[in-house]
């Protein structure tokens, strides 16, 4: 099987790693490997895919119970039996059974052991290192899997992998000698990791060197975490010139997102509508990024506007102007994509967002109570309808949401720290004094530097804590 990448994929590929990565970044795991699934299943051949993946599905797996990976073992005692002889009539196909059990739950060696035999029908050796990799990473100390892990590492060219295995195994041997099979097993590894990394240099020091370099940032920029204006420049070059060559609908999305790096807004906008215009159809992901392009384009005009306003004819006018345009845009494309898309919880928290933003606070409290049904955007929903109750001077109602929404968060992160924040508002609100203490000094023990809550806390404690 010819690997891919995810910049050689169709966009809704892209698309799925970004929002998978998203989900993540929320610390919503299972969500995260939802939206994989049916991407992998369809596109064996992109090893990104995997990696992201089992990297979700061990993440997942830390707040699952013990009965969940038992079930997952007496089901794949049915399963894998039938797995194995699929694969070899159609291994594409047994590689997507093993991946709909995956990811119920990854702790399933059985499964993982199938799902390495299916890849290896398949011709796809980086099937077979996430299988057999996870598989060591959950149950170490088998030599004999790590022995084939290592072997199918130097066929997804990642032998200087491969040699830190060989290396661990010979560590680890009882024998104060090593024996001759694990000594040529060693020296071949070693072979191998020496050429792997002449090979590296060779690509460094050779003319191939800028296009690995553009591949590089090419990955960065559909991760979106490049934000440089210079490499986006230089992807811009690279994207126009085989528009030339090969118009498509992908190479302009492409094109667009650098431009957006690149702060070329105009230009970023009309290959959006490009794109829009190619599909035909209404895509809620694509619009969001047309709006994105175009309010950053009032926003730059604006701010030309207002860094020099003698230099214009009724500058603060036209400056009025473009911030209504800017709401009103926001507003129209919201709507639109929320009425379109009902289903789509994504779309209505984004207009019960944009609902408080605009003050509308009895529309977002709506919104949100309808958003907070669907457990993906239930905490972020509830933290809005504990601002909500605060904007309306209602405390008791607000700390009735955050108390919600905290109990489902279990980590110290950004989510967390916000409804924390508001909370202690909320009790500040109310008269505990106490009680909004203990929850800004939460956020202090992890970051001290949170907006005003040094503040906060000298105003509720004295001044002894601000220090």
């Known amino acids: ?45 992109i090893p990104l895919l995997f990696e992201k993946i089992r990297e979700y599905e061990i993440n997942k797996l830390k707040g699952q119970s013990s009965s969940a990976r038992t079930s997952a073992a007496i089901t794949a005692i049915f399963t894998v039996p039938i797995i194995y002889i ?41 099937g077979v290192v996430s299988a057999l990799k996870t598989l060591c990473n959950l149950h170490p100390g088998n030599e004999a899997r790590m022995r084939r892990l290592a072997d199918a590492m130097q066929q997804n060219n990642q032998a200087l992998d491969a040699l830190k ?72 070059n690279r994207f126009t010139a085989e528009l030339k060559k090969n118009d498509s609908i992908d190479m302009r999305r492409k094109l667009a997102d650098a431009y957006m790096v690149a702060e070329q807004y105009e230009e970023a906008l009309q290959e959006y ?102 457990p993906q955007k239930r905490r972020a929903s509830l933290v809005y309808l504990g601002r909500c109750a605060i904007a309306t001077n209602e405390p008791e109602k607000a700390i009735a949401y955050l108390d919600d929404a905290i109990k489902e968060m279990f980590r110290m992160d950004i989510q967390k720290r916000e409804a924390l924040y508001y909370l202690g508002n909320a009790h500040e609100m109310k008269g505990n004094r106490e009680q909004a203490l203990e929850c800004y000094r939460k956020i202090s023990s992890n970051m001290s530097n949170y907006r005003d809550i040094k503040e906060r806390i000298a105003a509720l404690a004295g001044t002894g804590e601000n220090n």
């Open 1 to 45: 099987m010819e690997r891919k990448t995810v910049s050689q994929a169709q966009i809704y590929v892209r698309d799925a790693v970004n929002r998978a990565a998203q989900q993540a970044g929320m610390k919503d795991f299972n969500s995260a490997v939802k939206t994989l699934l049916p991407v992998i299943k369809r596109n064996p051949d």
């Open 86 to 126: 699929v694969a070899a009539i159609d291994p594409l196909k047994a590689m997507a059974m093993c991946e709909n059990s995956l990811a119920i739950c990854v702790d399933n060696p059985a499964m993982l052991n199938a799902l390495a035999a299916a890849s290896e029908k398949a011709d796809a050796p980086w």
């Open 165 to 236: 295995i060989h290396q661990e195994l010979l560590k680890s041997s009882a024998n104060s000698s090593a024996s001759l099979a694990q000594q040529a097993e060693l020296r071949s590894a070693m072979a191998l990791a020496s050429i792997e990394r002449g090979n590296f240099n060779d690509r460094r020091n050779a003319h191939a060197n800028t296009a690995d370099a553009e591949d590089a940032m090419i990955a960065q920029l559909l991760e979106g975490t490049i934000h440089d204006a210079d490499q986006a420049r230089v992807l811009i």
């Open 273 to 374: 509508r490009n794109v829009a215009d190619k599909i035909g159809v209404m895509d809620p992901v694509l619009d969001k990024h047309i709006e994105k392009a175009y309010i950053a384009q009032l926003k730059q005009n604006i701010a030309i506007l207002k860094a020099n306003p003698e230099a214009y004819e009724n500058a603060e006018a036209q400056i009025a102007d473009l911030e209504k345009e800017c709401l009103a845009y926001r507003w129209r494309h919201t709507v639109k994509r929320a009425e379109q898309f009902s289903g789509d919880m994504q779309l209505q928290f984004d207009l019960g967002v944009l609902q408080f933003e605009s003050n509308m606070f009895s529309e977002a409290v709506e919104t949100f109570t309808k958003v907070s049904d669907n």
